[in-house]
């Protein structure tokens, strides 16, 4: 029989340490003394004192190998939600969180933080200062989400005082920042294809965007506060910005700092959601001899016209939780860093 190293309450493991949030987490660990080791699909980066282990998460030998001697595991895998492959979605957030489970638990790992949603509240309808207590969305927007409520109902009900193995959930929204794949890279994208020149609705929907480092700090706090007594013991915590923003105001500061026109026309909501499900199942109709990917879906025109923002007050009450970085100064670093995708002169 293999010999089980004994954990050590400062080491870890980050599965989905070569992601954008994953990679932030794993350097922010390093930087506080933690060891850490990363499990990821792919090998994205080297730190020195950072020993990857390149597996599926859905392979649970592949897990053992990198959960020996490991107290914590944070977990924030996940395929991207642009994928829209339901099954792949059911695979890795579904079935292979069952699998990340059973192998902490075999291999004596004492607490696992998710990185989970604040999107698995939301249905495409407006949510302002949202609580915890919110049902799940009964009607979830994509596959992504529903398979997002899945993965954190079983993780949520893992949590076992009396077996010594702990949970918590971290719901952050519209995570930005430097080195980020999507959020910019979308925008600019949009834009180079002189399609970011619409307002869709009245403008006024505020909108939670987290800067990265925030993030991390409150996935840091949830896992040095979750212990057998306290309150977060198989609970789910918002952690945003604390400070909701218009959506158009956010994409225009970055637009207009990367030197790109901000969008100035007004379309009304309810016709552009229309729009976006005719052409989307027009996509689906097409779909056995046309692959389209419509930058107009209904997904993304709720999000963009539709409030949602959400109140972090048990994270601050149960954590002691508050941003670190502005969001003024983190849109200011997140336009820096992308230098690459200015506007050409
Ligand atoms: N970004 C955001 O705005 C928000 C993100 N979240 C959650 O935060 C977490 C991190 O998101 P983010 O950093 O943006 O995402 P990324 O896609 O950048 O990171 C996820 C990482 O997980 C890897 N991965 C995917 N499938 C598997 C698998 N089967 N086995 C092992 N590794 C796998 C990915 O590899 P590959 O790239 O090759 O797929 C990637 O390296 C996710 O759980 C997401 O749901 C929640 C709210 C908002
Ligand atoms: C707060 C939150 C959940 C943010 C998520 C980020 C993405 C979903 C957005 C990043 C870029 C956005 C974007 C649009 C929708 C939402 C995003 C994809 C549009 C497609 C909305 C319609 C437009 O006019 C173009 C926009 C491009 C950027």
Redesign the pocket.
Known sequence: MATRIRPSSKRCAV??G?????RYLVEQLVDRGYSVSV????Q?YEIPGVTFHQ????DKQALLAALQGVSLVFH?????PSCDDRSLFHR?NVD?TQTVLKACQEAGVQKMVL?S???VVYEGTDIKDGKEDLPYAKKPIDYYTET?IQQERLVLEACDTEKGFLTVAIR????FGPRD??LVPILVDTARRGKMKFIIGDGKNLVDFTFVENVVHGHILAAERLRPESPLCGKAYHITNDEPVYFWDFMSQVLVGLGYDPPKYRLPYQLVYVLAMVLWLLVLFLRPVLQLRPTFTPMRVALAGTHHFYSCARAKQDMGYQPLVSLKDGIARTVESYAHLRKAA
């Open positions: 599965i989905g070569s992601g954008f949030l994953g499990f990821d699909i792919r994205g597996g599926d998460l859905c924030c895998a996940s395929p991207a890795v292979g990185t949603s604040a999107s997002k952050p929204h519209g995570i794949p999507q």
